[in-house]
Each structure stands twice: as structure tokens, then as C-alpha cells.
């Protein structure tokens, strides 16, 4: 569902492009994302219709890094303001690894949870298996287009399965100041 990288998006241009130079001109990001914004509201509406319920997207943190908190809590101001059902699930810094994937296979069995989102960075003793945590989120519930997976789909093909948020971002932009995309790779 489009609708995670629009909420992504969102988050990128308000707090990261606040105008982007070309020529002389200034291209302001809040407008774009005000677009971005109305489209993930109408999407919600229509995702609702169609299944009769909210889309839901669920963040997975572990410990307790203060940007990762405070990057999720925009996340799901967002989320709820487009009609999205945003959930945290919190660990302990000291989880066990199995005790992580179990949440993650969990989620990816849930019918009821559309997307899932590892925040990053994970704590120290579980930094060199990151990977590993990534790839077992179902590739059409990784919100962020990181597992191997929608990795490399978006690297073979033109069309991938979950188009990676920073990638939408960069696109939006580029058709915002009718940049041709031919032969941008």
C-alpha cells in the first residue's frame, strides 16, 4: 500500500527539504507535502472503504534512543492524521534475538497489520544481526524497502514492490521542478 511512503515522505520534506535551489528558483517542500498529504488522507478513506477497516502500521523499537523515539512519535502523529492506525511495540534494550524475530513473525502473520517499520539503529548487541531482523519482515510489509528482498527488486527491475521512501522523496521533487526522470537510474 502507497500510502506508507507518502507518510514517510511527508515526514522527509516537512522536517528535512525546506527548498530546493535550481537556477534562481526556490521550490518550497511544505507544498508538496500538503499534495502528499491529501493523497494519503483520500487513500485512507478509500483503503477503509474497500476493507472496512483502518490501514495499520506498526513500529518496532528496541531500547531506549531518544531520536528513535522521537523520529517514531512523528511517524505516528502523521500516520493518525492521514487515517492510518499506528502502533509501537517497545522492547527492552537487553531483548534476545529470538525474542525480536518472534515479535516480527508475529506481525507478519497479523492480517491486520499492513505495514511494519524496524526503527534503527538497533542496540549494540544486536547491531551485526540488523539484517537478519530486516529480512525476516515480510517484503510486502517492509514500509522503509529494506529487506534483500525489495532490494534487490528495486535494483532489477523498474518496477519494484515497495518503492523506498527516501527514493519517493527524491522522485516528488524531481517532477516538482519538471526534471526529466529518462536516464536517471
Known amino acids: 500500500i502507497d500510502i506508507y511512503k507518502y507518510v514517510q515522505f511527508r515526514f522527509l520534506v516537512k522536517h528535512s527539504v525546506r527548498a530546493v535551489h535550481k537556477q534562481n528558483n526556490i521550490l518550497y517542500g511544505k507544498p508538496i507535502a500538503e499534495r502528499i498529504l491529501n493523497r494519503c488522507i483520500n487513500e485512507c ?13 506498526v513500529a518496532i523499537l528496541v531500547g531506549g534512543n531518544e531520536s528513535s523515539k522521537l523520529y517514531v512519535r512523528n511517524k505516528q502523529r502523521i500516520a493518525e492524521h492521514v487515517g ?28 491486520t497489520v499492513d505495514g511494519i517499520i524496524l526503527q534503527l539503529p538497533l542496540p549494540l548487541h544486536l547491531v551485526d544481526k540488523t539484517e537478519k531482523f ?22 532489477q527491475t523498474s518496477i519494484p514492490p515497495i518503492t ?22
Open 84 to 111: 492510518i492506525g499506528f502502533q509501537v511495540i517497545n522492547h527492552l534494550m537487553h531483548i534476545a534475538p529470538s525474542n525480536l524475530i518472534d515479535t516480527i513473525n508475529r506481525l507478519n502473520n497479523d492480517d
Open 45 to 57: 478513506e478509500q483503503f477503509n472503504e474497500q476493507y472496512h477497516r483502518r490501514p495499520k502500521l
Open 134 to 155: 530486516i529480512d525476516a519482515i515480510r517484503s510486502d510489509k517492509d514500509v522503509d524497502g529494506h529487506t534483500t528482498s525489495n532490494y534487490n527488486s528495486y535494483r
Open 164 to 185: 523506498i521512501p527516501v527514493v519517493a522523496a527524491v522522485r516528488e521533487i524531481l517532477l516538482e521542478i519538471n526534471e526529466p526522470l529518462q536516464g536517471k537510474d
